[in-house]
């Protein structure tokens, strides 16, 4: 098999080891230590300013984190040593609103399914969880089934992520009080606001609980705080879900959204909601697609690049310990390639946290009773990040994900859920890791043979079950 990164060492002399066997995984590893120390000495001599060692040791630590993972997924191992590359994670389980088919639905009889305890997480508790996870990944979404921007600390937690150079993105209704100053200032790359409809009355047919003016207040406020701060974030995105009763305003919205000055407005079709309220029916016709008011531009700027070096301590030493030793520390298990089953791609590349610190693999929710959904995997402490990946759960999800066979020993428990999931919902973002190592690397230090390699690795492709 070969994977990606053998590819990438094919095509780059300077990284090139050609005795090495790379479907011996120690060898692999080995190799892979080489590949962090040439790729962080070929971005120190693009960037050769002060300050920027940091940035160099932290790039190159997540590339070689990406081709870690892109391994594992290709040789379907049970236990990992990479870390997510991507990571999702709730401020705050609660939310004011009661949209049908949501787990804060106002219908008892849907929501009561949930396994889904009220909590809200501390800054404390999400900068350990940052320092573990945050050097190896790209991207966070700061949000699942809560809403995000009910934690009054929210810019904070974006700060804190941005201090290990990861995009950032929200999703939330805007339909609370915001502190737009203080969000724009946290350079938040990308504000998902979910708006469907363009009246009052259209909006509140399914936003239950939502003050449509309070939403579009709440978006000029924003847009005046990019231009007071003389900023071009975040990223503003008008999502429209298209249903029976609001497709008639979908032309309403694209005027509202440029004359307000949104960047973007995505009209999408929403999974059907009328298991809870039957009276809401999706739009089967409807303008489908997204409106694009403004160029894309790259999210990295200068000033993040420099704000890791506050964290230059952290970066240092895991920049330092060895992939041939973290794989030495997993016991050494996972030998060789094994037959391409099919598997979840979730299980390689991702890592939920909701705000009790619980941790699941994908963005679907825990469920009770009468139909189950064990998807808890572990419970994050603030140190126990090897533990948290590799759990009990976690590995065994990726073993049975592969064969589909349960042992007797196995059935004898709760199975992980991903082990019977048919499911594969869409991540909030792609794991686009290429695209990510281009935009952070504006001088183009790292050789484009590697983003060809990462762009064609199937695990960061757009098809999450291969
Ligand atoms: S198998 Fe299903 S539950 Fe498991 S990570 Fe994938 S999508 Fe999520």
């Known amino acids: 098999m070969l994977t990606a990164f053998r590819r990438f060492l094919e095509f780059d002399p300077e990284v090139r080891l050609p005795s090495i066997k790379l479907l011996d995984v120690s060898g692999f590893f080995s190799a892979l230590d080489k590949f962090q120390r040439d790729s962080f000495r070929r971005l120190r001599r693009r960037y050769p300013e002060p300050g920027t060692d940091s940035f160099c040791k ?5 590339a070689a984190n990406a081709f870690a993972a892109d391994y594992h997924f290709r040789n379907r191992h049970a ?50 969880f940052c320092n573990e996870f945050g050097p190896f990944a790209t991207g966070i979404a700061l949000f699942r089934d809560g809403e995000p921007l009910l934690h009054r600390r929210f810019p904070e937690f974006v700060t804190l992520a ?44 399914y936003r239950r609980g939502g003050d449509f003016g309070l939403v579009i207040d709440n ?30 305003e979908v032309e309403a919205a694209t ?56 964290n230059a301590e952290r970066i240092d030493a895991i ?37 009790a610190r619980r941790i699941t693999p994908c963005c679907l929710p825990p469920m009770g009773p009468p139909e189950p959904r064990h998807l808890v995997y572990a419970k994050f402490n603030g140190k126990n990040t090897a533990e948290v990946v590799n759990s009990f ?5 990726r073993r049975q994900c592969r064969s589909g066979r349960p042992s007797d020993v196995d059935l004898a428990r709760r199975l992980p859920y991903c082990i019977t999931c048919t499911e594969n919902p869409p991540p909030p973002m792609w794991p686009d890791v290429a695209g990510y190592l281009l935009s952070v690397d504006e001088r183009r230090a790292l050789p484009a043979a590697m983003h060809v390699a990462l762009a064609a690795s199937p695990l960061f492709a757009r098809s999450p079950k291969p």
């Open 79 to 128: 236990a990992l040593v990479s870390r997510p590359v991507q990571l999702q994670m709730d401020p705050t389980n609660a939310c004011h609103m009661h949209c049908p088919s949501c787990l804060h639905s106002a219908n008892a009889a849907w929501a009561s399914r949930f396994d889904w305890p009220s909590a809200t997480l501390g800054v404390g508790e999400f900068d350990e």
């Open 58 to 62: 932290l790039v190159a630590l997540k």
């Open 255 to 310: 005027r509202l959204a440029r004359q307000i000055g949104i960047d973007q407005l995505v009209v999408a079709k929403p999974h059907s909601v009328e298991h809870d309220d039957p009276s809401i029916k999706v739009a089967e016709a409807a303008p489908f697609g997204e409106t694009l008011f403004s160029e894309p531009r790259n999210w990295c700027e200068s000033t993040e690049r420099a704000s890791v070096t506050r």
């Open 319 to 355: 920049f330092s310990e060895s992939w041939a030793d973290r794989y030495g520390a997993i016991g050494r298990g996972e030998r060789g390639s094994r037959p391409a089953n099919s598997t979840c791609s979730w299980l390689y590349y991702s890592l939920t946290m909701d705000a």
């Open 393 to 397: 759960d976690a590995t065994l999800a």
């Open 219 to 248: 978006l000029r406020a924003i847009v005046r705080a990019r231009k007071a701060q003389s900023s071009q974030k975040p990223w503003l995105v008008w999502q429209f879900l298209a249903f029976e009763h609001n497709v008639h």
């Open 162 to 205: 941005k201090s290990y150079l990861l995009y950032t993105l929200t999703s939330t209704s805007l339909s609370m009080r915001v502190d737009a100053e203080s969000l724009v200032a946290s350079g938040l790359d990308r504000l998902v606001a979910a708006i469907d409809g363009a009246s009052v009355a259209t909006y509140s047919r």
